[in-house]
């Protein structure tokens, strides 16, 4: 089983949709969660962090769930700039610092 | 403040062969994290740098290297480069270490031919 696991996609979606992602790890002792938004043939760029007590920043929700070991990315009122690839990153702090990224959710928002 | 900068842009080099690259990282920062990411893939953390000091590792060969300088701008040697080398190489800049956000700069694509 992969560290970190997404589902590929893509996830086809019209303009307005709600649109949910999920990404497992496998780790317990991992400790920070983000998602980060990567769109074609450029660099990763962070979404949001995501906490024990779930997030919000204006139409994307981030939520942890600790005891099934994953996190979700909710995006309300689908746009077409939202299309892009949704990573998820898991870190484990320990003696050193080993974050893991998963292969990535892509989104594909249509007129 | 200016974003994390890497060079070169791209990259042409066949099997064997040894390549340094390098990434500035953004003002402020101590920490430059590398990553390898393949096409269709999420990145591959290869090694952290804090400080001058290697401070985590991922899976990856010796022939993967690096130093971070007094400035904390960076470098990733590999040497006797291999066809799967072929990736887009990213750096990350951070002003602390594990939960701090993470700045990537644009990348590095090598191929190896």
């Known amino acids: 089983r992969k560290e970190v696991e997404q589902d590929p996609g893509p996830f086809n979606v019209p303009e307005g949709a709600t649109v949910a992602f999920n990404c497992t790890y496998s780790?317990?002792?991992?400790?920070?969660f983000f998602w980060y938004r990567q769109d074609c043939r450029k660099e990763p760029k962070l979404l949001m962090s995501v906490y024990s007590s779930g997030n919000e920043d204006g139409r994307f929700t981030a939520q942890l769930n600790r005891a099934s070991q994953y996190i979700s990315l909710l995006i309300r009122d689908s746009k077409l700039s939202d299309s892009a690839t949704y990573l998820c990153?898991?870190?484990?702090?320990?003696?050193?610092?080993?974050?893991?990224f998963g292969r990535g959710t892509s989104l594909i928002v249509h007129p | 403040e200016t974003g994390v900068t890497q060079s070169p842009t791209h990259l042409i080099k066949t099997r064997g062969q040894q390549v340094t690259l390098r990434c500035s990282s953004q003002?402020?920062?101590?920490?430059v994290s590398w990553y390898q990411q393949a096409l269709g893939q999420g990145p591959q953390f290869i090694f952290q740098?804090?400080?001058?000091?290697?401070?985590g590792r991922g899976n990856f060969p010796p022939r993967f290297s690096g130093l971070q300088f007094p400035n904390y701008s960076s470098e990733l040697n590999v040497n006797a480069l291999e066809l799967d080398d072929s990736a887009l190489y990213l750096c990350?800049?951070?002003?602390?270490?594990?939960?701090?956000?993470?700045?990537f700069g644009p990348g590095t694509r090598l191929l190896v031919l």
């Open positions: 780790n317990s002792a991992s400790q920070s």
């Open positions: 990350a800049s951070s002003s602390g270490q594990a939960q701090e956000t993470q700045y």
């Open positions: 740098y804090y400080r001058e000091e290697e401070n």
């Open positions: 003002s402020g920062h101590n920490t």
């Open positions: 990153v898991v870190t484990i702090v320990g003696g050193s610092y080993i974050p893991t």
